[in-house]
Each structure stands twice: as structure tokens, then as C-alpha cells.
């Protein structure tokens, strides 16, 4: 399974920007997608996630401004991201797991990860 993202740029703080990650290859299932970033100097983390039955997980720095969807059909997911702040300014990384073992969200629990995509939010 080969992720490509899409969508990260340069914005000023206060706008938006909507990533996408769209899976291709030989594709049984895709139960859990998300994104995770990594800021520099910084630790890699959970941004959000989406289980095939549409449940969510968000970290709590981007709850009410970021919003995670997904495209079954197309095996894509999205990440709309509103109210953007300097502190988003990070690489961001698209994430799936094949099947739903997926429990606390962490870098290793996934089977696939994507390259990343630059986002940065100027002040």
C-alpha cells in the first residue's frame, strides 16, 4: 500500500488548509486512517483519526479547528484544518492500519505511513 498526501502549503495564521492521503496498491482494508506530525524539535504526535465505522479520536490542541473525513470509495482520507496556528506548523504525516488495532493512536501502531507533507503557519 503506497499513501500519497496532498494539500500542505504555506498560510497565514487564522486560515486554512485541507490535506488529503490517498492509498493505492493492493488494498484488503484500510480500518483505521489519520495523520500524526512532527514539528520540529519536537516529538511526533497524533493529530486525528478515523475508524472505518466513523469513529474519531482528536488531540486536544486541535479539537473545534481540525476535522478528519474519509472517502471509502477512494480510499482517501482528509484532514480539513481551520483557525490555523504558528504551533501547526509541522510535517504531517498520513497513517493506516489494515485492520482495527489501532487502541491509543501511536506511530507504531499503523502499517503504513506516508512521506509527509509540509505545513506552515505563519504568524
Known amino acids: 500500500v503506497q499513501l500519497v498526501e496532498s494539500g500542505g502549503g504555506l498560510v497565514q495564521a487564522g486560515g486554512s488548509l485541507k490535506l488529503s492521503c490517498a492509498a493505492s496498491?493492493?488494498?484488503?482494508?484500510?480500518?483505521?486512517m489519520g495523520w500524526h506530525r512532527q514539528a520540529p524539535g519536537k516529538q511526533r504526535e497524533l493529530v486525528a483519526l478515523?475508524?472505518?465505522?466513523?469513529?474519531?479520536k482528536y488531540a486536544d490542541s486541535v479539537k473545534g479547528r481540525f476535522t478528519i473525513s474519509r472517502d471509502s470509495a477512494k480510499n482517501t482520507v482528509y484532514l480539513q484544518m481551520n483557525s490555523l496556528k504558528s504551533e501547526d506548523t509541522a510535517v504531517y504525516y498520513c497513517?493506516?492500519?489494515?485492520?482495527?488495532?489501532?487502541?491509543?493512536?501511536?506511530?507504531?501502531?499503523?502499517?503504513?505511513w506516508g512521506q509527509g507533507t509540509q505545513v506552515t503557519v505563519s504568524a
Open positions: 496498491g493492493t488494498i484488503f482494508s484500510l480500518n483505521t
Open positions: 478515523i475508524k472505518a465505522g466513523g469513529g474519531t
Open positions: 497513517v493506516v492500519a489494515e485492520l482495527d488495532t489501532v487502541v491509543y493512536g501511536t506511530w507504531d501502531e499503523y502499517d503504513y
